[in-house]
């Protein structure tokens, strides 16, 4: 309820709008724009509607009788607003800012922050208590488990984590874990660690709390317990069951929503004797008894369900299934005033008036979060948006080695529409549409593409025959991936979005480190041109999916580092100081450290591209250039040999440097003992031996007289 009236409210991410439905007629009464990538909606006790704007970094307050926005509140820069609720007691509101990792504590009646809490890493969603006590924030992404970067993980008692914070000091009390599940994988139950996790939402009786989420296996794989991964013990839809009198999780009530992925919700009836769990990727909502977990029935709902609530007088049910722009209405009735089990369907309630997205970015969305549709999975198990909600990553390190492909540390598709290149570490894949196989080989599913298509030539093979045009679905998946191509700004700037003091000094630190070589361009990776590189971090566990050796691993871009942890194909790196540091190759000097962190935490969206170091001005970097103060624009390595054509030993001045070269230097000194442009043999090719070369041919002293 909302200002009197029986108000339902629900936010359309991808139209940048709320829409407003009559609860008692169904009736849509309004869509109202707010701004970029609302994600939550809350009612204060003055009936005024609040909503975050993720991309906005803001809060949009509406009001229910005008039904406009009467103010906007600015959060952060890039702090990434997410989960919002307000306090059952007062005035006082609370948002957790994805981005900068935090909770805040905002007054409602002023619209100000008057608090805040470091929380951790990936936050997303949030409860607060009956009595306004207590707030229980669940961070999204489960850090990175003991040795889950080698073959041999060990769990402990680790796991995912809701922060447990006193509302009046705004003070941790504690962290809950949820531990990692070990039972044998079968049909229909299997280990894994809590991920993706959703709301602590509380019971009615303020004694237990459910927490949705996915259960990775990530003790499975080939290299680790010798069981190859598959369709059904990948990911498991669960939810656990927190006691809150002692702040535990009760393992033994954990539920295992078979033939699912992820379960994205959860709400309790008005009495707390049933529980509503949305799975994203069936299409399905699980009816549960709330006192022993066990599955009473499942509902068909529409796609990717995110959201599901009940009424106050505990007679309706409503799930917003996402990909579908839709709300689905039950009647509760049967249910809670008989005990009859049956949920019968009243109405499909439709929340856009126009869509935002091309219908075939719209279509490959869809694809990407379901897996219902046969063709995608087996059993409705996995879907693209199980390990990439959002576009985003999962903080997982797989074993991939019944692939080829060995561990490998899942990568965010945000922002790389254009400057990847070939695709997966390997780069083994050279279109999205590659993933056609791995849809058959891992999820199980029949495939986009026919059997005879997927077959034809060497189409089947990851860099054969190209898959694009030849299922317009597919290539709708495709667009919706390319359709990713921005970042996020990084939180860590200035207020103002500058470079903070230390990450300028990073930046000078980049540049005379020549970063740019592989990190270079404005999408600071070399990625498109396919040049895949070995920094030292190669092992027997890394994989050789494309045979004969793994010659290396694409170089990720810089851009959203501030926000991927763990680093490197492996995820051995948990920090990025650490990932610097694995760069053998060029090592940083440890005075260097901090501040070229700093600077890497800050690149996000801003920067206009990669900082160079480059005196001469000819496009040469001055780590590769053997005549830095030579300011000729037409200086190039056409030879690739690291030397710029002023300054190479290209004898006969035809810009390359090859036998010819070579006989002639061989015949003017009359030996073969050193190396062609090496004319004094001491292992250096140097000005001196340029000087040595121009004088014998009679060639005029400097650069000018070897150019092409």
């Known amino acids: 309820p909302a200002g009197g009236n029986n108000r339902l409210w629900v936010v359309n991410e991808d139209n940048n709008s709320v829409t407003v439905f009559d609860a008692v007629t169904n009736a849509r009464l309004a869509e109202i724009p707010v701004q970029l990538a609302p994600r939550s909606v809350a009612i204060g006790s003055d009936g005024l509607v609040w909503v975050t704007n993720q991309q906005s970094a803001s809060i949009s307050v509406i009001d229910p009788g005008t039904l406009a926005v009467i103010a906007t509140l600015p959060l952060p820069r890039g702090s990434q607003p997410y989960g919002l609720a307000f306090s059952p007691v007062g005035s006082t509101a609370y948002v957790v800012l994805e981005g900068s990792g935090k909770l805040l504590r905002l007054d409602a009646n002023l619209r100000q922050v008057t608090g805040e809490v470091a929380v951790g890493p990936n936050p997303r969603h949030l409860s607060v208590s009956w009595d306004g006590a207590t707030v229980y924030v669940s961070r999204f992404v489960t850090p990175l488990l003991p040795g889950e970067d080698t073959t041999t993980v060990q769990p402990g008692t680790a796991g995912g984590e809701v922060v447990q914070i006193d509302t009046a000091s705004l003070q941790i009390v504690q962290t809950i874990t949820l531990r990692h599940l070990s039972v044998p994988d079968t049909a229909n139950a299997g280990s894994g660690i809590p991920n993706y996790l959703g709301a602590a939402v509380i019971s009615p009786d303020g004694t237990q709390a459910f927490v949705p989420s996915k259960q990775d296996n990530v003790l499975r794989g080939i290299r680790r317990d010798g069981q190859g991964l598959n369709f059904q013990n990948t990911v498991r839809a669960i939810t656990s069951r927190l006691v809150l009198g002692t702040g535990t999780e009760d393992l033994s009530r954990r539920m295992d929503h078979d033939n699912a992925s992820l379960t994205s919700a959860v709400a309790f009836d008005k009495l707390g004797v049933y529980a509503f769990a949305a799975l994203e990727t069936s299409r399905e909502v699980v009816v549960a008894s709330a006192h022993d977990g066990l599955q009473v029935l499942r509902l068909d709902v529409g796609r990717a369900p995110q959201g599901v609530l009940v009424s106050p007088d505990g007679l309706r049910l409503y799930v917003s299934n996402f990909m579908d722009r839709t709300v689905d209405v039950f009647n509760l009735s049967p249910l809670v005033i008989s005990a009859t089990a049956s949920v019968p369907h009243l109405a499909t309630l439709q929340s856009v008036t126009t869509e935002a997205l091309p219908a075939n970015v719209l279509l490959g969305k869809q694809l990407f979060y379901d897996a219902r549709d046969p063709r995608l999975s087996l059993d409705r198990y996995m879907s693209c948006a199980t390990c990439h909600n959002d576009g985003g990553h999962d903080g997982r390190v797989w074993d991939l080695s019944g692939f080829g492909e060995g561990l490998r540390n899942t990568i ?297």
């Open 412 to 708: 965010s598709l945000r922002g790389r529409a254009a400057g990847q290149g070939f695709l997966h570490w390997s780069n083994n894949f050279d279109e999205v549409q590659d993933f056609e196989g791995q849809i058959r080989a891992l999820a199980g599913g029949t495939g986009l593409m026919s059997d005879e298509g997927f077959n034809a030539g060497t189409r089947s093979m990851p860099l054969g025959d190209p898959k694009v045009g030849q299922s317009a679905d597919l290539d709708a998946l495709a667009d919706y991936v390319a359709s990713l191509n921005s970042f996020a700004p990084s939180p860590a700037r200035n207020a103002d979005g500058t470079l903070t003091t230390a990450a300028e000094e990073g930046k000078t630190v980049f540049a005379r480190q020549n970063c740019a070589s592989c990190h270079g361009g404005v999408n600071f990776t070399v990625s498109a041109a396919g040049n895949v590189m070995d920094i030292g971090t190669l092992t027997p566990a890394s994989g050789n999916r494309l045979g004969g050796g793994l010659a290396g691993i694409d170089v990720p871009t810089l851009r959203d580092v501030w926000s991927t942890a763990p680093y490197l194909h492996d995820g051995s790196a948990p920090t990025l100081a650490a990932a610097i540091q694995a760069h053998n190759a060029s090592p940083v000097p440890a005075a260097d450290l901090p501040t070229l962190v700093a600077y890497l935490e800050q690149i996000g969206s801003d920067e206009v591209g990669a900082p160079v170091s480059d005196l001469d001005t000819d496009g040469v970097l001055d780590a590769l250039d053997n005549c830095t103060l030579v300011k000729n624009a037409d200086q190039r390595d056409t030879n690739g040999d690291g030397y710029g054509n002023l300054c190479d030993a290209d004898f006969n001045n035809n810009g390359v440097v090859d036998s010819n070269d070579g006989a002639m230097l061989k015949a003017a000194f009359g030996s073969s003992d050193f190396p062609d442009r090496d004319l004094n043999g001491n292992g250096v090719v140097d000005s001196n031996d340029g000087a040595r070369l121009k004088a014998r041919f009679g060639l005029p002293p400097g650069p000018s007289g070897l150019g092409p």
